[in-house]
């Protein structure tokens, strides 16, 4: 009947949570008459009572009711309140209210009784000098058994909630790491994609057939990371840089002298841990959405630069710019934030932002604590 905080829930829900503690201990209630009864029947044993059974039993009532109510009534709160502000204590702070609720109880339980006229008048500082020690430590040993068994429940509740919750996340991110892999691999193997790259090729082989060689290498490269990219949920950036370098040398056979690129990444940073493909969604964005609406040459720069705790990875064009309030849910970009909250959390996002010089950057910021990391 402890109900202690879930820690799975946000500190905007304490209303919900309190109504919730409440409904579920007003649902519980009805076990306290129960022990009082237990109790009664057990006092009886332990003064081997053979007169005034009745009478006895229904004082013993009494005493278990009046404590066993407003106990259950303010550990439900305290544990509510304070299981997670002073976990080691606890059970020092659940002792004193059933401490100070054994004793009011008592005193309480001795004036109704003599009201009732069970005892004689001029009895009832010794029928509280009688009833107090038992009544204390029956409360102290039920109470804290009780507490004990109903905290463990509840601990084994959150802590199977936890786990379901992450085995959730892990689930979605598994999906989205899954959709990002078709995604790339729809787009490497599309009907456009591949009769173009093949029409490159093919326009490269009496010219520079060695050139035409490479680039088929570099499409059986990126085909290949594409089919594997969900056998890891992260990838070292020098591993990613070089799928990203092979695609745009592949868009290079196609869109010639007019697409101009560089990669300019400090050796070690190589070592930085990012999703698979995850440049390379950027930088196919550029490709898609600049370099193949317009006839000018495009320029492509991808950096990366390592601030105190954070990295940032930033592919750079000379495109309009876009925002990402504007992209839709299934778009490549959109499936790329998503993986990152789900594998970084908090500590990587993703931003678009105009540069002084009329530039778009897009920019991945994660934190360097993942940067020698191993994948998951």
């Not at 299981?83 to 004193?96: A, Y």
């Not at 004689?120 to 009688?130: D, L, T």
């Not at 790259?197 to 059986?220: C, F, Y």
């Amino acid at each position: 009947m402890i109900r202690t905080p879930n820690p799975a829930r946000g500190s905007s829900g304490e209303t919900h949570k309190s109504l919730d503690a409440f409904k579920a201990f007003c649902k519980e209630i009805w076990f306290i008459p129960l022990i009082a009864v237990v109790i009664a029947i057990l006092i009886l044993v332990i003064e081997h009572a053979q007169a005034q059974i009745f009478a006895k039993f229904f004082s013993s009532f009494i005493y278990a009711t009046l404590i066993g109510f407003p106990t259950a009534l303010i550990l439900n709160w305290v544990g509510f309140h304070y299981t997670e502000r002073f976990p080691r204590s606890i059970f020092i702070i659940f002792s004193g209210v059933l401490l100070f609720t054994g004793i009011a109880g008592t005193f309480l339980g001795a004036a109704i009784i003599r009201m009732l006229g069970i005892i004689p008048p001029g009895f009832y500082a010794r029928e509280v000098r009688g009833a107090l020690p038992i009544s204390v430590v029956i409360t102290l040993v039920v109470g804290l058994s009780v507490t004990a068994y109903e905290t463990l429940r509840h601990r084994l509740q959150d802590a199977s909630i936890q786990l379901r919750t992450q085995q959730m996340e892990h689930e979605r991110a598994n999906k989205l790491l899954a959709e990002a892999r078709l995604s790339s691999l729809e787009s490497r193997i599309h009907p456009h994609f591949l009769f173009n790259t093949l029409n490159s090729i093919s326009s490269l082989i009496p010219t520079d057939p060695k050139r035409a060689e490479d680039t088929v290498g570099k499409l059986a490269s990126l085909l290949r990371f594409s089919m594997n990219a969900n056998q890891a949920s992260l990838v070292p950036l020098d591993q990613e840089l070089k799928i990203v370098r092979d695609y745009l040398e592949i868009e290079s056979t196609r869109f010639g002298p007019r697409l101009r690129y560089e990669i300019s990444v400090p050796e070690n940073l190589g070592s930085v841990k990012l999703p698979p493909l995850a440049l390379q969604t950027i930088v196919e964005n550029s490709i898609k959405h600049v370099a193949a609406q317009r006839t000018t040459p495009v320029s492509i720069a991808i950096t990366a630069a390592q601030h105190g705790a954070v990295c940032d990875l930033t592919v750079t064009d000379d495109g309009p710019g876009f925002s990402l309030a504007d992209i839709s849910p299934d778009h490549g970009l959109a499936n790329l934030i998503g993986r990152l909250e789900l594998l970084f959390g908090e500590s990587a996002q993703l931003t678009v932002n105009r540069t002084p010089n009329n530039l778009t950057a897009v920019t991945i910021r994660i934190s360097a604590e993942h940067e020698s990391g191993a994948a998951q």
